[in-house]
């Protein structure tokens, strides 16, 4: 089951029927948050979709089109689904008077959600209303039985089993960051002022983790510098509490004990799978930049074979590309598609200290996947099997991916651990921000690269 006092979504155009249900969800141990749905929209609408909302109660008909009116009573759903769910799993849970209409309604959503942009849920179940109160003139709330409804809530979401193991994992995170807090509150618990104290703390070791000038140009991705370290620590040894259900993990359990192990879903390529775990893609506008830690930037048709390229390369693209990766000729076209990046790779201590006075940008090329072999030692038209051969043991292959902007196209990433231009720190070159390595391949590509030049840094602290 969900575990307790996780946060869930309630959504009703009845003030005094949200305030049951409200009351419900208190009861059954979760911690709800409600919707209050006025004149076609949520009245307090969220600036943007809560994370970790994994159950949605709402009402079928939020007011409009009448009873019978269903195409009108999906729209509304998914309108207030938009701003609460985001792009994550979740359950909805009806909530209403009519628990009939419950299956056309689920249905218009799950086909409509596509089109709206909405994340269909990945189940639905429904309480009638009408079970726990009645709503006449004679009874009024007399007849309201929240243990009734406490009882039918914990009754309808029994069934998502694994959903329940992953809102296990997140309240695993959750107290995994609380113990943080604590972990750090504790040092200065005895002082005189502890909360004046406490502030002092984090002030400290924002500035510790980043530098002083970056702790006040971001004060929030500074404490994240700081505090990073011990959550992943505490997560670490906080074990498998709180864990969930063994009836709710068997299904799980079952697959793991496959002969062979489970087999990847078909639905999923290996493709999307890599791109998921190795790399974070950029968008417009989100603050990416040239010299961020792990950043895979593209350098646009300006900048190469200019001057300061040949001078930090000592070639032209095409020689640069024969000498570093390519274990053949590539015509005209096969270097057309191939695209030279570069690979932020300062240290990882100048990074959090703001101590960079150069960063170090490590050679790559992103080519479509049907090239592969041009750079693992296959004759053109030969297939790309058997164990590949690169141009030479510092070039990496992170793997078959998939990028968002050419999602037809699955490509590779070689990242060249010997040759690197260097450039003084912010400042930039012509090209674009594609994406960031997650830390682990991160740290893979560190560890090919000390072989070839010297060993990073880590954060240290000093009286």
């Known amino acids: 089951m969900i575990p307790l006092h996780a946060r869930v979504a309630a959504i009703d155009d009845n003030e005094d029927h949200l305030q049951k249900i409200v009351w419900g969800l208190g009861k059954a141990g979760f911690c709800p948050i409600p919707f209050f749905f006025d004149d076609g929209k949520l009245e307090i609408e969220p600036p943007q979709p809560l994370p970790g909302i994994r159950m949605v ?28 769910v985001g792009n994550g799993p979740y359950a909805l849970i009806f909530w209403s008077q009519f628990p009939g209409d419950a299956d056309a309604i689920a249905a218009l959503i799950a086909a409509r959600a596509g089109d709206a942009g909405l994340t269909p849920p990945i189940g639905y179940a429904a309480v009638d209303k009408n079970e726990v109160f009645k ?104 074990g498998s509490q709180p864990a969930p259900s063994a009836e709710d993990v068997q299904r799980l359990i079952d697959r793991v004990s496959a002969k062979d192990g489970p087999p990847r879903p078909t639905s999923i390529a290996v493709s999307h799978l ?68 570069v690979v932020e790779l300062g240290p990882e201590c100048d990074h959090v200290q703001g101590k960079m006075v150069t960063h170090r940008y490590l050679l790559a090329l992103l080519f479509p996947a049907s090239l592969l072999g041009a750079f693992t030692g296959k004759a053109k038209g030969k297939p790309s099997g058997g164990a590949p051969r690169y141009r030479n043991e510092s070039v990496l292959d992170i793997g078959e991916i998939v990028m968002r902007d050419s999602p037809d196209t699955t490509w590779h990433l070689l990242i060249s651990c010997r040759s690197f ?30 072989t070839h030049a010297r060993r990073p840094g880590v954060i240290r602290f000093r009286a």
């Open 57 to 84: 109660f709402t009402d079928i008909h939020l007011t409009f089109g009448g009873a019978n009116n269903d195409k009108t009573h999906a729209a509304n759903i998914i309108r207030c689904l938009k701003k609460i």
């Open 135 to 238: 709503v006449t003139p004679e009874n009024g709330d007399d007849a309201f039985d929240p243990g009734k409804l406490r009882h039918l809530i914990l009754d309808r979401i029994r069934g998502f089993k694994t959903l329940a193991v992953a809102s296990s994992w997140e309240e695993r995170a959750a107290q995994a960051a609380a113990r943080t807090t604590n972990r750090l509150f504790e040092l200065v618990s005895g002082a005189a002022q502890p909360a004046d104290e406490w502030e002092g703390l984090l002030a400290y070791l924002a500035c510790e983790a980043v530098g002083v000038d970056e702790a006040r140009t971001d004060l929030t991705k500074a404490l994240d510098s700081a505090l990073l370290p011990l959550l992943e620590d505490q997560l670490a040894l906080m």
């Open 274 to 341: 890599n791109a998921s775990y190795l790399i974070e893609e950029t968008s417009q506008g989100d603050g990416s930049r040239m010299w961020d830690r792990g950043m895979v930037y593209e350098l646009s048709p300006v900048h190469i074979n200019s001057g300061p390229f040949v001078r930090a390369f000592g070639h032209i693209d095409s020689m640069l590309i024969r000498q570093e990766f390519a274990t053949r000729d590539l015509d005209d076209e096969e270097l057309r598609l191939a695209r030279l990046h």
């Open 421 to 450: 231009m260097t450039l003084a720190a912010r400042t930039e070159v012509e090209g674009r921000c594609r994406f960031r390595l997650r830390r682990a391949l991160l740290e893979e590509v560190v560890h090919r690269y000390v």
